[in-house]
């Protein structure tokens, strides 16, 4: 059983800045690329940042230069830092991670979390 868990969302200001985490836990074997999505309401799922286990990043054109992700294998986590926050960033936040378990090391699956919300409003 593998779980993620993300945590930082909120209410904030635009121009504002909101750091989140998501925390990998389980019968984790290996942890292959990490990343966040958004889901704003009315529209689809997209990605927003991935990182890989050795840290080459890829971001959508909309978060470039405002977002940055980063990554601790040892413990299992990725985080999302997010400057110059608009109201266009508004959405509910989803960690995404390709993991292998300690029961079948050798199947590479899909793991998401719950989400956490992130309102960007004066």
């Known amino acids: 059983q593998v779980q993620l868990v993300e945590s930082g969302g909120g209410l904030v200001q635009p121009g504002g800045s909101l750091r989140l985490a998501c925390a990998a836990s389980g019968s984790i074997f290996t942890i292959y690329a990490m990343g966040w999505y958004r889901q704003a309401p009315g529209k689809q799922r997209e990605l927003v940042a991935t990182?890989?286990?050795?840290?080459?990043?890829n971001y959508a054109d909309s978060v470039k230069g405002r977002f940055t992700i980063s990554r601790v294998n040892a413990k299992n986590t990725v985080n999302l830092q997010m400057n110059s926050l608009k109201p266009e960033d508004t959405a509910v936040y989803y960690c995404q991670a390709d993991i292998t378990t300690i029961e079948a090391y050798y199947r590479r699956m899909e793991y998401w979390g719950k989400g956490t919300p992130v309102t960007v409003s004066s």
């Open positions: 990182i890989t286990r050795s840290n080459s990043t």
